[in-house]
């Protein structure tokens, strides 16, 4: 069955840096798009950052650009996200997720806190 496990989260001071990974398997890694979602507490899930399928388009969230990186390894099965100069903001929990036939699927989340 599909499953996404993210790694890599952690408490980080304000301005430093985290990479979150999400490993995959149960499915065509190459044929899909993923997503990384974070949320805060009380606040919506939103999307921060997408990756087509060869990684040949990436999209982010207007107040991550410039900051984070989203990149994904076809070999590996893995996708990744770069955060870098992390703001206070920030904190929250990332969820990796991929959208097959219609159905949303999610890994259990990494929290990452940014505090000094």
């Known amino acids: 069955q599909v499953q996404l496990v993210e790694s890599g989260g952690g408490l980080v001071q304000p301005g430093g840096s985290l990479r979150l990974s999400c490993a995959t398997s149960?499915?065509?890694?190459?044929?899909?798009?993923m997503n990384w979602y974070r949320q805060a507490p009380g606040k919506e899930r939103d999307l921060v950052a997408s990756i087509t399928t060869y990684g040949r388009a990436t999209d982010y969230l207007d107040s991550v650009k410039g900051r984070f990186t989203i990149s994904r390894d076809n070999l590996k099965n893995t996708v990744y996200l770069q955060m870098n100069n992390l703001k206070p903001e920030d904190t929250a929990v990332y969820y990796c997720n991929m959208v097959r036939f219609g159905v949303n699927y999610w890994g259990q989340g990494t929290q990452v806190t940014v505090s000094s």
């Open positions: 149960g499915f065509y890694f190459i044929d899909y798009n």
